[in-house]
């Protein structure tokens, strides 16, 4: 690292010398490595390196970016000069110039420690362990036509300087899991699931996602979901959600929309705008039990970092409070924007892209009624433990989530599972509806997918179970 | 002189391995992104990446690698050649091909494209003043120019050599927060790269769609817009992957020879056309490209498969590697005879749709699907526009929209933007029955 913090300096200064007001760097030395299993056997073992450096300039007011990974001396210098060039000439587009928010320059080194090594699980014993898992599900007696389950372990090292006198090295450790099962019944058909598990740190994470009693329960419901369900009701129903449900309208209803970037527009083009206008803020958008924070700063979760990718350090941030807009997520352009400091949120997937405004771990924060509790008031309903489909408007807006683990809720009794039931809703109606809000906070994993080119990110979505009063639950097909 | 995916595969035959590929993809790209009429960032990369594919006694690894510099490849060989070895056999394997290829030649490479620079800023401004002209208030987008080169060697004694360079702008206006309207313009030349006509149409989209209302849940008969229908058959073609097929991760599984689709939709892979968006020589095994029947006249004809996906499945690589999953390189969808300018006459009643994002499904294995319909949305009736509308989302099943298709326009446009990443040249499409939902609590 000592070279690349040496070249790091020399790009300072060149990039200055030809007429750049701020420069900034960042070096990733990034590697991943992961098997998969398709259908219980080794589809092939797999790794990624990347390692290479990422540069911002800002030349009379216009933000230019440059990448490379290949670090000779004239290679550098000739994307240093293209990166100025294109800045310079984007400024002569511009009516007003680009500025950043006045930050503290922190010089410090932060990580993620493994309290058990990935390393020494050898990786023997990592295909064992896949295997086994497969094993323990096709030994239920179900019919798993088909299994796809990969694992991979990552590990991100940055150094960051920029002109201020920011330099911040860090390393973060992440293993994850995707699996994918589909379960098929001669009579009923098919039906799917995707799981996904990530966190950063050692193996003391794998083992803490509790695999083999999670798939195994996995399996067991996609069975009684395909074999037992029965049509949801088609029309206005109370509904309970389970955590993973929560978790995603949290993420896409909450989170997305309140990212500066989308509010001025700047993704207008791909990811969209947002229903939030900079005005917003104090804006009533839920009911008063509803409050949604952006917490990177969560240790052993898959978005966490303790500095951004602009060296702002990260801090926990209330997007909702008491059911009204209370923050955005910035990062130094659109704070700057806004009139406000930075509050953390610029991430980049790699050292070849330009860090944006992004999430990180975005939930509900928790109530204090038991899932009993929040059944027991309910009639007639639905309650929705988890879902497959889902999407939402560019504005973030009109938004579809279809439940996979779903059963009746009849006079506070869980009862029937039910097929497919889809929940079509807007924003305001859905965060408006909550009367109650449970205390068992979980998360989920998820790689949340922004920018072009399409940057994705490991973020957790995460909440408690809520109760939604009176909203239209219709079924596929 | 020996050159650096030369020298690797040197190393890792010396080493041991018994079988290797090494491919290296050396590329530049630039962009310009904007927003409310201006620059936001340009951005410029320059890569290096070595994929290596090795096996020994029917271990795999596959990898891709970014630190290319000499100082690194000792340990990158080193790291192949621990992993390969400590492997387990898997039944995938496949041997790495070999044999006297005939491979396609006369690949034409506009190499201007990568040297570009402050021009995008002139071809963005383009852009957005024919949005502003055509009734827009403000534009966003990208324009990403770039080219490349891929060098590939393979333990078979294969030594090949391609390039590839494209222009492709994705342009959006706004003539209100909530009119908006998108449209591409995607080429392998500076000839055929058309930044006003992009801006112009997505303008008058955006002007169109002013004053929206409210859509009424039901079944329509929908006409699409090229880009909306290259999201889908985007998706469509993709779910060919023998990888994808063989996970079930596709409602094309199992479906060889039935009818899935109506008698007009017929859907190729073919890299083989020159000056495609996806123009392809060989694939990433060496394998020299194909035109491949996905799809022919509603039948399923043909998965895309590598050497791997084939072994399982008992048939032939098409070309299309990926060494563990194949994927389509520039999909074409075969026009019909209808005049554009009669297809709103042919459609008579229904929904006129341009653009549409976020394709999710609740069983890939059934092709249960939504995506939400975005930028313009017409309400037709006798073959005009009465009114735009909004709210709407696709709420439907992959084959039903196939088995719905009525007619094809007779005009095809190369589609590369962000929803669709492979090359996709589809006409419009009049579809029949479509499921269309929309939020509770408008």
Redesign the interface.
Do not use: C, H, P
């Given at each position: 690292m000592e070279e690349i913090a040496e070249l790091s300096k020399k790009v300072l200064d060149y990039a200055v010398a030809a007429g750049a007001s701020y420069v900034e760097t960042r070096f990733h030395?990034d590697f991943e490595?992961g098997?998969?299993l398709?259908?219980g056997?080794?589809?092939?073992?797999?790794?990624?390196?990347?390692?290479?450096l990422g540069l911002r300039v800002l030349v009379n007011g216009?933000?230019?970016?440059?990448?490379?990974?290949?670090?000779?001396p004239e290679?550098v210098t000739?994307?240093v000069d293209?990166?100025v060039?294109?800045?310079r000439?984007?400024?002569?587009?511009?009516?007003g110039r680009?500025v950043f928010s006045e930050e503290e320059a922190y010089s410090l080194d932060w990580r993620v420690s493994e309290k058990k090594r990935l390393e020494d699980w050898s990786?023997?014993d990592k295909?064992a362990f896949l295997k086994s898992l497969d094993e323990t599900i096709m030994n239920l007696g179900i019919n798993v036509?088909?299994?796809?389950i990969a694992y991979s372990e990552g590990k991100t090292e940055r150094l960051y300087r920029n002109t201020e006198g920011a330099l911040i090295s860090s390393l973060v450790p992440r293993p994850s899991l995707f699996a994918?099962i589909?379960v098929a019944d001669s009579s009923k058909?098919?039906?799917?699931r995707t799981l996904q598990f990530g966190g950063s740190g050692g193996l003391e994470i794998v083992e803490s996602w509790r695999l083999n009693e999670k798939l195994v329960n996995e399996v067991k419901t996609l069975h009684k979901m395909l074999t037992e369900s029965i049509k949801p009701p088609d029309g206005?129903v109370d509904v309970v959600v389970g955590s993973e449900v929560t978790g995603i309208i949290s993420h896409e209803a909450s989170g997305h929309p309140g990212e500066a970037d989308r509010i001025?527009?700047?993704?207008?083009?791909?990811a969209?705008?947002s229903y939030l206008k900079i005005s917003d803020l104090n804006r009533r958008i839920g009911s008063e039990v509803v409050n949604v924070v952006d917490d990177p700063t969560i240790p052993g979760s898959y978005g966490f970092y303790l500095f951004d990718d602009e060296g702002v350090k990260a801090r926990r941030k209330y997007l909702i409070k008491e059911g009204r807009i209370y923050e955005f997520l910035t990062n130094r352009e659109t704070a700057a924007s806004l009139r406000v400091k930075s509050n953390g949120s610029a991430r980049a997937s790699g050292y070849?892209v330009?860090p944006i405004v992004r999430m990180s771990n975005t939930y509900v924060l928790p109530g204090e009624h038991s899932v009993e509790e929040l059944l027991s008031d309910v009639a007639e309903g639905v309650y929705v433990k988890s879902f497959?489909?889902?999407?939402?408007?560019?504005?973030r807006?009109?938004?579809?989530y279809?439940g996979?683990e779903a059963y009746m809720i009849e006079n506070g009794k869980v009862t029937k599972p039910v097929r497919?039931p889809?929940i079509?809703?807007?924003t305001?109606?859905?965060f408006s509806s909550v009367d109650a809000v449970g205390k068992d906070l979980d998360f989920t994993a998820a790689t949340c997918g922004k920018g072009?080119p399409?940057q994705g990110i490991p973020v957790y979505t995460g909440g408690p179970s809520l109760r939604i009063r009176g909203?239209?639950v219709?079924s596929?097909? | 002189m020996v050159e650096l995916h030369e020298k690797v595969l040197k190393m890792l035959t010396d080493r041991g391995v018994e079988e290797a590929i090494v491919i290296l993809y050396s590329t530049g790209k630039d962009s310009v992104r904007y927003a409310n009429n201006e620059p936001t960032i340009s951005v410029s990369e320059k890569i290096d990446t070595l994929t290596i594919y090795s096996s020994i006694k029917e271990r795999s690894f596959i990898g891709s690698f970014e630190n290319v510099s000499e100082n690194f490849l000792e340990r990158i060989v080193d790291d192949v050649v621990t992993i390969t070895k400590n492997s387990p056999p898997t039944p995938y394997y496949a041997p790495v091909p070999k044999g006297f290829f005939s491979y396609r030649v006369g690949k034409k490479v506009e190499r201007k494209l990568s040297r570009l620079d402050e021009r995008l800023v002139s071809h963005v401004s383009d852009a957005v003043k024919a949005s502003r002209e055509a009734g827009a208030e403000r534009s966003a987008g990208i324009l990403y120019s770039s080219h490349g080169e891929e060098k590939l060697v393979s333990s078979t004694g294969l030594n090949l050599q391609e390039e590839f360079a494209a222009i492709t702008l994705n342009h959006r206006a706004f003539a209100s927060p909530e009119a908006t309207g998108q449209w591409v313009s995607c080429s392998t030349s500076l000839e055929g790269f058309n930044p006003y006509e992009a801006g112009r149409k997505a303008g008058e989209i955006a002007r169109m769609s002013l004053n929206p209302v409210l859509i009424e849940e039901g079944v329509y008969d929908v006409y699409m817009e090229p880009l909306i229908f290259a999201n889908i058959m985007n998706e469509v073609a993709g779910f060919a992957s023998g990888f994808l097929v063989q996970i079930e991760m596709s409602f094309l599984t199992g479906k060889i020879g039935e009818k899935i689709g109506s008698e007009k939709i017929t859907v190729v892979d073919d890299p083989t056309i020159p000056g495609g968006l996806g123009e392809k020589v060989f694939d990433d095994e060496g394998i020299p490209t194909q035109r491949t029947v996905i799809i022919e006249n509603g039948v399923l004809r043909n998965y895309l498969h590598n050497s791997r996906t084939a072994k399982v499945a008992g048939a032939s690589s098409t070309g299309n590697a990926g060494i563990i999953s194949p994927h389509p390189w520039n999909i074409v969808v075969e026009p019909g005879n209808v005049k554009e300018e009669n297809m709103m006459q042919k459609l008579g009643k229904g929904l006129y749709l341009t653009n549409s994002w976020y394709q999710r499904y609740q069983n890939y294995r059934t092709g249960d699907f939504s995506t939400i319909v975005r930028d313009g949305a017409f309400y037709v009736e006798d073959g005009e526009i009465k009114h735009p509308v909004k709210g709407c989302r696709i709420s439907d099943n992959l084959q039903r929209i196939l088995s719905n298709i009525e007619e094809l326009s007779d005009k095809l446009y190369p589609i590369k933007w962000w929803e669709v990443e492979v090359p996709t040249y589809v006409p419009a499409a009049i579809i029949r029955n479509v499921k269309i939902t929309r939020a509770f609590g408008y």
């Open positions: 030395n490595r098997v998969a398709k259908n056997e080794v589809e092939a073992v797999e790794a990624n390196y990347e390692m290479g216009g933000l230019g970016f440059a990448s490379t990974n290949i670090l000779k290679n000739r994307i293209k990166a060039k294109m800045a000439a984007s400024s002569s587009l511009k009516s680009t990786f023997n295909i036509s088909s299994r796809y994918l589909t058909g098919i039906m799917q206005v001025l527009g700047r993704e207008g083009a791909q969209g705008e070849d330009e497959m489909e889902w999407n939402i408007d560019d504005k807006w009109n938004q579809r279809v996979l497919s889809v079509e809703i807007t305001e109606k859905l072009d399409m909203i239209r219709g596929v097909g | -």
